[in-house]
């Protein structure tokens, strides 16, 4: 029974196994209202009749796949030309012996009535064989489209960790001239991050509570650069659903940035304000940062790139699709942002 198994799992994976089954089934179904009449004598010309609605759709395939081949109009017509006649030749020879029992006196009027059939019989071959294209094209299509996004996506998100790194080793070397007593804690809370974007950041999405759980210790983080001249306000609810999911590597770069252009002043405080909730199946988060207009016009004129942002905002577009809103403004000295995201389950 195991072998049997095999033997026809094998079949159906084959392209001629698939044939064979849709072959052997059309004859079946086309045989089961003969074996169930008290005519037996029609048990061979239907037979038949089946066998020859089988090879007129197949060789109207036939010729479909010639024609898609390209460059063989000539041949596809000669070739659905021929078909045509010799199909309706032995159609009209085999019925005028099966049905009436004589070729000579009957071949004429059953070939007036094959040729019809065999035409309406390739064409519906041709037709499978166009659709079948059409369909296999759109199928191959959409697959190297998602290919390109994820390799798109992967090439961005490989690209956002060495921009975090590069940052982050900045701010630890301008520590260590003035603090290094604090550079043992910056490294250890630098090690977890990076664990986490090597390591947890593979998949297309993860739990919110991870990225959440990454955002703190980012904050934390921080919190050891900026000591006493942090003033930060985070709001973030509970997640009701712990099947909820998010981008990896997404709502961390809205809270880089915010420190990052944050730090860039001369002010003795700075300010930032995170928030997260969770209502109507989005996920509405919002970050607030205090910056310095001159300080952070000189870094844009120095030639910021501003990668890590513009990254984002293409994953956002590639992931999310229509399924975000972003929005951002600066006034009176505070930069605001507003991400929302159609929330998504495991």
């Avoid at 169930?36 to 020859?52: E, K, M, R, V, W």
């Avoid at 024609?67 to 045509?84: E, I, P, R």
């Avoid at 930060?232 to 009701?240: H, K, N, Q, T, V």
């Avoid at 209502?279 to 970050?287: L, M, Q, T």
């Amino acid at each position: 029974m195991k072998q049997l198994e095999i033997l026809i799992g094998k079949l159906i994976a084959s392209r001629i196994g698939v044939h064979f089954f849709f072959c052997l089934l059309f004859v079946l179904l086309f045989a089961i209202p003969v074996l169930f009449s008290s005519n037996n004598g029609i048990l061979a010309p239907a037979f038949f009749t089946c066998l020859f609605i089988l090879a007129c759709t197949y060789t109207g395939r036939w010729c479909g796949k010639l024609w898609l081949s390209g460059g063989v109009q000539a041949a596809f017509l000669q070739s659905l030309l021929l078909g045509s006649v010799l199909l309706s030749l032995i159609g009209a020879t085999g019925a005028a012996l099966l049905f009436k029992g004589s070729i000579p006196r009957y071949f004429v009027e059953y070939l007036f009535v094959c040729f019809p059939l065999v035409v309406l019989f390739v064409f519906l071959g041709l037709a499978v064989a166009l659709v079948r294209n059409s369909l296999l094209k759109q199928v191959n299509e959409a697959t190297l489209l998602k290919e390109q996004k994820e390799s798109e996506l992967r090439l961005l998100l490989s690209q956002l960790s060495p921009h975090f790194l590069f940052n982050t080793l900045n701010n630890i070397y301008g520590i260590s001239l003035t603090q290094h007593q604090r550079v043992p804690q910056l490294l250890l809370k630098l090690s977890e991050l990076l664990r986490y974007s090597i390591y947890e950041t593979g998949e297309r999405f993860i739990p919110l509570k991870n990225e959440l759980l990454y955002i703190q210790n980012y904050i934390d983080f921080e919190k050891i650069q900026t000591s006493d001249k942090l003033t930060l306000e985070a709001d973030i609810a509970e997640i009701p659903d712990s099947h909820l999911q998010v981008a990896p590597m997404l709502l961390i770069v809205f809270v880089e940035n915010a420190f990052k252009h944050s730090k860039i002043t001369r002010r003795d405080k700075i300010f930032i304000a995170i928030t997260l909730r969770i209502a109507g199946g989005w996920i509405n988060f919002s970050v607030k940062n205090s910056y310095d207009v001159a300080a952070l016009e000189q870094m844009q004129t120095g030639g910021s790139s501003g990668i890590g942002l513009r990254h984002t905002l293409k994953r956002l577009e590639l992931i999310y699709g229509k399924d975000y809103f972003y929005s951002a403004h600066k006034a009176n000295g505070v930069y605001s942002m507003e991400l929302r995201l159609k929330a998504t389950k495991l």
